[in-house]
Nanobody, 118 residues
Framework: VQLVESGGGLVQPGGSLRLSCVAS????????ITWARQAPGKGLEWVSG???????DYADSIKGRFTISRDNAKNTVYLQMNSLKPEDTAVYYC?????????????WGQGTQVTVSS
């Protein structure tokens, strides 16, 4: 199983980024995928999840600003992030939600850094 994130970078407040998570080594279309983030000096925070049927959930902190989507033909999940705020600065990870909590998840990507700063 491999998960590879990309798309992070430095962006000004109010700007946008689109993160990608490319998956391999398992039946992608049968799996939910989660995005989580870790801000400097803080613990992991669940951000969003997308399910087999394409339905999605969002953390209150990003609801209305971020959109998760998936392309099963490309084994890829996207996180479109708009109206970015400095507090969105974090390393963003995708993962397979094979446990009840983030700390129980087995498979994680290496992460991609998002920095929101003027």
């Amino acid at each position: 199983v491999q998960l590879v994130e990309s798309g992070g970078g430095l962006v000004q407040p109010g700007g946008s980024l689109r993160l990608s998570c490319v998956a391999s080594g398992f039946t992608f279309s049968d799996s939910a995928i989660t995005w989580a983030r870790q801000a400097p000096g803080k613990g992991l925070e669940w951000v969003s999840g997308i399910y087999r049927d394409g339905s999605a959930d969002y953390a209150d902190s990003i609801k209305g600003r971020f959109t998760i989507s998936r392309d099963n033909a490309k084994n890829t999940v996207y996180l479109q992030m708009n109206s970015l705020k400095p507090e969105d600065t974090a390393v963003y990870y995708c993962a397979i939600p094979d446990g009840l909590d983030l700390d129980e998840y087995t498979y994680w990507g290496q992460g991609t850094q998002v920095t929101v700063s003027s």
